[in-house]
């Protein structure tokens, strides 16, 4: 007996590639989404706080100036990288008194929440966010004229 299939070896090989090409596009919407969050102090004292805070990169600072901030000296306080799932709120503590979450939405957007003493909500926040860009959350410090930041920046 002579087995012919119905479907030729192009068509097999058609169907499988556009399996692979489907699933990495749902994979890669259905996947992790990477970020790196720093909490920056703004001054214009010369000399930080606290001996730990570092000057900010090259990248952020650059952004910082950009928004036109009245500060000319930016300190990282502490800086984090964390991974969240589509859909699933990623919530990472930036300082012993305040904490950030990202939830990864469709489009590229992303929800941002920053949480103050005791888990209290500061800020609520959606907007598009891509791989490479950085978003700031910012607030006075009224006692001695400086600011905290909060930077996002998307990684993958």
Request: net charge positive; hydrophobic share 40%; proline share 3%.
């Amino acid at each position: 007996m002579n087995f012919k299939p119905k479907f030729g070896l192009a068509w097999i090989c058609a169907v499988v590639m556009v399996g692979i090409v489907a699933a990495s596009i749902s994979s890669t919407f259905a996947g992790e989404a990477k970020f790196e969050s720093q909490l920056v102090w703004a001054t214009n004292d010369e000399k930080p706080p606290d001996a730990n805070y570092k000057p900010v990169d090259q990248e952020t600072q650059k952004k910082l100036e950009s928004l036109g901030l009245k500060w000319k000296n930016f300190c990282v306080v502490k800086r984090v990288e964390f991974e969240t799932k589509n859909g699933v709120s990623g919530k990472v503590a930036i300082s012993d008194k305040s904490s950030i979450s990202v939830k990864f939405m469709e489009e590229e957007k992303v929800e941002v929440v920053l949480h103050g003493q005791k888990g209290e909500e500061c800020s609520r926040r959606v907007q598009q966010l891509k791989v490479g860009k950085m978003l700031v959350h910012g607030g006075n410090v009224p006692e001695n004229s400086t600011a905290w930041l909060v930077t996002l920046k998307r990684i993958k």
